[in-house]
Each structure stands twice: as structure tokens, then as C-alpha cells.
């Protein structure tokens, strides 16, 4: 690791003071995402400003029903809590079914949104890669890309956003707010927060220099019956999903009225699924239905050389998802 | 009153628990040496050329950092003896003697701080420039190059061609199993210390009588002059056999520094430097009669090896002695990679041989219609057809058929792909297995003393636990031999100061361990005896101790394999069984059960056997699950790069597992009956559990690891009909 300084804030004006006054100061969560890069010599801050400890600590309820969560809350007591897991149970499937439960323990919902791509070029700092090293080339656009994108990359950088926390923030359709330099905030909705690579891969989301996260807010309660969260992957936990799918249905009189439907492990973003949504609105939660919503969700899907796999996987993914959600009761 | 003694067979818990729990145990990064200092080794970051320029500068001024060691200003070392030589756990190890580089990853220099930090810090400004080559890492590309590494390589009797002929039914297959690494929980790591010529090292080592020999031969000084320690060893799975360049390093930079040096490797370098089980492909040829009668058997090996030593791992151990088949034929051949020299890894040559053959005779069965159970047994004998000897005990098909009722094979699903459980569809599977029991000599010392009316012993001997369970087992040895409790018995390994041992590996140490430990115990009873004039009588070691008036006394002991055991074949037996659920369209599949049955001779803990057991069965499945290292085919690193990457099971991933030891004393084996256990625990379980996959799918998984994107890609077998 490389010399930094250290930073601990009594309050969110102090935090954003310090990383004002230096360009390479970056704010520390957990530390379960930074503190790796840092020793891969991917990451080189030079001032560490721990915001963990920062009172955005909260679960309030809001005036329209909606939640909203303190982002420097831990991944596993936002899961556990009981507001969330009554009104949003599938935000909490999905985040216990991240990582481990060591590292939910300590991971912050703020550091979580901001967990970078797991490309393994992106992290072995002699290899060519735009996103770590700008101009540089990407790694993975002709080499090992089984488990890169097949939405929405582009010839700079074809890596994937690799959480699942954001999957299930995208079907619920969540907001992030952020508390600027200057003081003040904004609230900007999930599907904005984060972006495509285009020609700036080195830039994961439209977050600002010195921008800190503080709160997700969610939407009036939404699928609290019908919801699942699959995560197909390599191994049963601690592993990174090489598809996932959030999945809400609401049902009125035994049709589909409002959907939410989102994709992890395909694109540089949370994949949020419209068209298959659209298209499931106002049908009969069908085994059919649900499988054409599947064919729906993959069809724009563009493969890399190693990647095709996902787009059958995709598929059933999808169906499954819908499938396992209506069931559930 | 009789004491309770706890000798061998009994269940009882690991001596040295307590210390491991309470961290009392020191492993070998753990030592308090004073005065130390740390290394960390650079690792280049090209796969193939030559280095032409090192600048030091900038790392050498920073604080704290003493020395940055790279080619240009090592000493020099003794070298191979020969061109491309086969390494062994013996063999010297030069590093740092010159610019060549032959893969991605190996040692290019070691910077030398006060702390790990610094030299941690200080690696990252070391500039090294290198002239770069296009590296061969892949298989295509250099199939031409392969050779036949030895005469061992080849092994042959009858004549395949014309067994293949004469059967009714055969099959030309090929099974590729990828490069696994060993990744024993703890890191490498050694302190050495240079002084007056002479070098004291605490190194994690499997062999550290074989240690010495290696450092003997690459720093040229006596073996006398080098003591290697390693009381406790945080697991090796073959790693730790031979002494790796770390170790190299640590000593020269201690010699240079004047002070001791410590070097712990890291979780990355673990990948590069500290061996590999290299990547195979494995092709299979059966043919067979009608009744399921093996008339041929083929098995070709292409494996690789580094640019500069040669590893061979033997696939085809098992094919050539597990079936009675009179033609049989065993090759062997290598490429040289730009990849690190393989080495062994955990049961190498029959975990990866008997995916291959095991996964074929399923096959067989299946081409032949017949009761996969019942084609092993038809060709089961109890002369070892490689090279004429009976086996000393073969209960093969009682492993086979305990199993087989235990686990209730006769409901298994009998056409592939007709069970089903909701989304899931449900497979069993099963595979035969067979490890050489081998033996090497072994000595230990136990040293009475008398305390309060109490006798206690000490043992002592340079073997090694590798987490195995060693210090209890020599504690149960001990506490039968002797006729005292195992409470008074105090067990000290690896130290090449205590008599000699061969160490930990091929699953020979506890047959020789123990049995060195049980000669000792009764040479030590006999001399008693003796002085005491009861030659022949059956006293207690306490009246012995009094009768000569001693409060103290010691000796060795050292048993060999015996001149009977010469005209045998030996080996354990086993058979394993799995049942797995695959989830009919998402390419995701969850393992349900595991049945082990083995025939190991006697079993000394069933504790601590049950524990081997278990961890062949999680490495098995392991193989099956995710285990593979990528090779990035442009620029020859390694892509998985630590825990996160390289996916070894979880306990979520694993099911309900039941071990089976069949009651057994091979009293040819050697005086106590005891043969090894730790190999035979992950043989062949990947293809149970590959044969379980076919049974619940029509799909053949002809490459390891099964990873989702295999299941949901791999075409249902021909000829079997889906009854969906
Ligand atoms: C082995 C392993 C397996 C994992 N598996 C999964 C998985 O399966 N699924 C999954 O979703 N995740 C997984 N993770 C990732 C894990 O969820 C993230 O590491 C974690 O959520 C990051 O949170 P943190 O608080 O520790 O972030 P940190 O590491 O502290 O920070 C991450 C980034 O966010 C920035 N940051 C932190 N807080 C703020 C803030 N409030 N405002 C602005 N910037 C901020 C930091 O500067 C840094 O750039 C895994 C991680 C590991 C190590
Ligand atoms: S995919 Fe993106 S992260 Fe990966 S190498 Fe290319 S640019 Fe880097």
C-alpha cells in the first residue's frame, strides 16, 4: 500500500471540508472494496476520510410512504431491518445474498452503491485497462470476457457493475441523494446514478469529485408479496453473480398490474428491464408469459466472444425469477 | 487400578487443539525472532524475455527499506545439474540468478525492510524493464513440442489395438481437468537466520529433512550446518513438499543483512509461486464385451511443464492397476509452458487420472446398459495386473456394495434425466478408488521421566502435522506402546534436530510415523527390561523406571517397510457416491449427498481420519464446483487471482456428507496395520459427482470445473432420451 493520510470527521461538513482541500482524498465506508484496491495498487488515495461513523445512520419513513435509509448504515443492518424487510423483502433477499455475512457486517450502503467491476484487468495494474488507467486500452474487449457485458458496453470498456444491492434498488426504482462541496444536495433516481462506459470508462457513475453519498430513498412499499431475488453464480455464497434478477410483481385480480424488473452481472449499470416489464403489465402471470418476458428482457443483448452463455441464462433467469416471485407468498 | 490409556483406534480429540484455539501454536511466520527484518518478493510482469534494466533508486531511499536483492547483485548459487531437471523435494532451487524471465509472475527481486509495510510499499518502486516475448501458454499452439519426459513415462502390457478389436462395445474420449492450485489455508512463509555459516530456519515445510537437503545443495555448506523447523504447518495439500524460492531468498537476504529475515508470501503469490497442479488433457480408450469385461484400456496424458524443470504428474496410476484388463496402455507427455514448473497436489496423478477413468467407465456402463456398480466388479482382481503382485488386502467391491446399500443406489434414477423434484432434476452417481499406501523409513525418540510417582514421555521425531492430526495420533501410538495415558504424553515434530522422518506426504506418515514411534516405544521397553533382568515380562514402564532406579530414560527407534511387503501390492481402496440436484433450465445444480467408503488399513482416529475424509470429499467437490485458474491467453498471467476469483466450495455448497471406514488391519502393510488415508479421501470423487450430473441431466461433463455456463451450454448425450 502506499502512504496516505487519515481522516476522521466529527460531522458530514468537516468530511466534505477535507475532501475539498485534497484532489486525491477519497472517503472511507467499510473499507471491504477500497482497502483491496488500495493494496492492489489500483486505487492510490492519498488521504483516507472514514465516513462510516457519520450519523446517516437512519430507516425514516417518509410522508409518501416511502423509506428512506442512512447510507453510512451497514449492508446487513439495512437487511435485518424490520421496516425493510416487511415493506421492501425484496431489497433484503437481494442484499443478503451479497458477499458474506463478515463483509455485509461491515459494508456501508453508501460504499456498496460505489463497489467497482471485478474485471480482472481492471485489477492487475501491468495489464491494459481504460477504466483504471485511462487510454490504455481494455484488456478484456478481446481477451477473457466470460463474465463481462452483453448490454450497453462500448469498444472502451466492456466490464460489468458487479453488486447486487443496486439490482434490487433498480426494480424498486430508488433514489441516491448526495450532499455536494458546495453544500448542497441533490436526489437523483438509481437508473441516473449510474451510467454507461461510452468513452469515459474511468467514470462508474455521475457522482462529483468529492461527493458523499447519504441517503437511498425508496417509493411508497412496493411487491411485498410477490418478490425474489435469483442470483445464479459459481458457488452457493461468496461469490459475484454471473447473472441476477430482481423480480416484483403486484397482482390485481389475477393480473399483473405494476412489475419491477431489473438485471445484475450484464451491463455496466443495474439493468433495469422496461420493455419486458411493459410488456407483462395488464397480462396473467403465466408460466408463458413470464418466458416471454425472458425472450423480451434478452433480446437487444449483444455478446462478447466468451460471454454468449448469458444470453440463454438470461433468459431462464428472467422466467425463473417471475416465476419463483408469483409463487412466493 | 487400570489407567484409561486411549491407544490407537480410539476417537479421541486432537492433542494439540487447545494450543491451536488459544493461538498458542506457532506457525512459522509466528516465531518472535529478534531482530528480524521483512522481505517481500517482486514478481515480473511479463510472462517471457529478458530483464534490461532494474532502477532501485527511488526504493532504496525510502525509509526503513534496507536492501532490494535482484539478479544483478545476488550470490551466486548452486544450480541444477542438468538441463530441464525433473524437481523433486530435494532438488536445489536457485533464485535471482539471472535476467531471463520464463513466466508471468516469477520472482524478479526481493526488497528487504524493517517492516512489511515498508517492503511492501518499497516493491511497487522497483523499475524493472523488460525486453518482452510472446509467451506459449496455451495448448494449441504448442501440441508439437510435447515429449516423453521419462522412461517412467510409458507403461504397457498386451495390446491395446487388439483388445480394442475384440470388443463389443468401446469408446475414444478425452477429459480435461484445468490448473488447480493447493492453496493450503496458511501462507507460506519462513525467518531465517545466517549466522557463522550456518543456517536456522522456521519455514512452513511438509519434508524438513528434505529442506535441508535443498538448501545444502543451493547454498553449498553441509546439511549439518542447516536446521529447518516447522512445528506446526497450517496445511500443504503438497505445496510445502519442496522448498520454494521464498525460503531461497529469505537466506540470502539474511546473509547479505546480517539479520534474520522473514518472508511471507502472499494470497497472489501463492498462485505464482508455490506450484501448481498443471492443466490436463486426458484421453481415454475402453473397449469391453458384452458382459462389461474389459478387453482394452488406454490412457494418454498431455500435461505441461515450465521452460526450465520438469514436473510429470502420473494420470495414469490408477488405469493401469485398479481393473483387470490385459490390454492396457499408459502414456505420458509435456509441453513446455511459459508457467511456473507444476508440483504435486493433493493425491496428483490419480484425483485428476481418476476423473478421467472413472468418468469413462460410466460411460462404458451406460454404451453397455449395465449397473455401473456391476462393470467395476466384473473387473475387479486381487492381483495387481500391473506388474503381477497380489494386493495385500482389496476389499474393493465390499467398499462398492456397502456403499451401495448404504446410500440406496437401487432407487437410483436408472435413465438419465427421469427424476424430478419441482425445477430440479435429480442424479446419482458412482466411482471407484485406489492410493498406493506407500512407506518410507522412520525414526523418533521417546524419552521417559518419572514425576510424582507419575510417568510421562516425550516424543519426539522430524515428521511433520500439516493439520492432519500427526501430534495425536504419535501421542495415541505412544500412550499404547508404552501403557501410560495419553494426558502424559508430549508430542515434538519437525525439527530436523529430532531423529529422522521423511515428513508429511503421499500419505505415508502415519504408517510411518507410528510405526517409527511404536519401534522406539519398544526398544526403550526392551533395554529396560533388559537392565531390569524381566526380559519377556509384562511390567509397566513406572516399575521398570523404579526396578533400575531411573527417573529418566530415552531411546530411538526406526522401522522400515518389511522384506514381506516387497512381494505385495499395496494400496487403499475406496468408493464414492453423490447424488446431485440440477435446476432443469439455469445451468445451477446443488450436491445433496456424499457417501465415502474406504478401506485404509487400521484406522488410528476416526476422528481425525473422518476429518481427512471430509476434506478429500470438499476438494473433490471442489473440482467439480469452480476450481480452475485462468491463464490470460494474450499477456500468460493468471486472472484469478485470489479468493475472490479462484472459487474453492463453501459450506453451503456442500452436502450431507457420510464416511464409511471398512474395519481393516494390513498387517502386510507394515507391523501396525495402517495405511494412508489423506489421498485416497478426494480420488475419484469428482467423477461421482460428474457421474451424478449425467445421471440427472443426459449430459456428459467431459471438462472440470462444472461451472453453470457448462451446464447450460453442454448438449444431451445421444441416444439418451429426455423424458421431460
Ligand atoms: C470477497 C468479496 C465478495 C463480495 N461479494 C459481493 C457480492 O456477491 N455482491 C455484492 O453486491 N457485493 C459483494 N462484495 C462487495 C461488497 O458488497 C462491497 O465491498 C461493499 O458493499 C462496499 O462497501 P464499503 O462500505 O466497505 O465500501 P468502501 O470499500 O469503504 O468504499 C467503496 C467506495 O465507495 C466510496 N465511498 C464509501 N462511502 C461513501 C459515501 N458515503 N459517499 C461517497 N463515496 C463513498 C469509497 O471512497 C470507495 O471508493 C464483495 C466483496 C468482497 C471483498
Ligand atoms: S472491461 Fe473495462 S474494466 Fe475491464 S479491462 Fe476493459 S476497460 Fe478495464
New binding site residues.
Partial sequence: MRPFTYRYPRDQREALTAAAAEAGA???????????LMKEDV?RPTMLIE??DLPHQQVTRNADGGFTIG??LS?SATANYPEIRTNYPLLSMTML????AQ??N???N???L??RTRCPYFYETSMPCNKRAPGSGCGALNGMNDNHAVFGWSEACVATY????AVALTALGASVTVQGLDGTARTLPISDFYRLPGDEPERDNT?QPG????ALTLPAPAFPAHYYYLKIRERSS????LVSVAAGLQLDNGTISQVGLAMGGVAHKPWRLTEAEAFLTGKAPSEENFAEAGVIAMREARPLEHNEYKLPMGEKAVARALVQAYARN | MKKLIAGTGDAISRVEGPLKVTGMAKYASEFPVENKVYGQGINSTIARGRITAIDTAEALRQPGVLEVITYQNAEQLGGYDEEMPAIATDTPMPALQGPEVHYYGEYVGLVVAETLEQAQYACRLVKVDYAAEEPNVGFEGARDSAYKPSERSDYSRGDLAAGLAEADEQLDLTYITPIEHHHPMELHAVIATYENGKIDAYASQQMVENSVKTLAKTFQIPESDIRVRAPFVGGGFGSKLNTERHVIMAIMAAKMIGRPVQVTVTRTQMFTNTGLRQRNEQRMRLGAKKDGTLTALGHDTLSHTSTYEQYQEQCGTVSKMLYATPNNQITHRLMPLNLQTPFAMRAPGEATGSFALESALDELAWKLQLDPIDLRIKNDTQVDPSNGKPFSSRPFVECLRIGAEQFGWADRPLRPGSRREGNWLVGYGVSGASRASPYQESSARVELSLDGGEVYAKVQTGATDIGTGTYTILAQTAAEYLGIPVERITVELGDTKFPDSPGSGGSWGAASFSNGVRVACQNLLDELRQRAGKEGQDVSVETLLLDNELATFAAEGTASRSEEAQDYSIYSFGANFAEVWVDKDTGMYRIKRMLNVGAAGKILNPKTAYGQIIGGLTMGAGMVIAEQTKVEPNFGNFITRS??DYHVPVNLDLAEIDVIFLPEEDKIANAMGIKGIGELGITSVAASIANALFNATGKRFRELPVTPERVLTTEVEAGVLQSR
Fill in positions: 477519497k472517503y472511507l465506508g467499510g473499507g471491504t472494496n477500497l482497502l483491496d486505487e465516513v462510516a447510507a453510512m449492508n445474498a451479497a458477499a458474506t463483509i455485509r461491515m459494508a456501508t453508501g460504499g456498496n460505489l463497489q458487479p453488486g447486487d444491492m457522482l461527493e458523499l453519498i447519504t461468496y461469490a459475484y453473480a | 479468493f475472490a
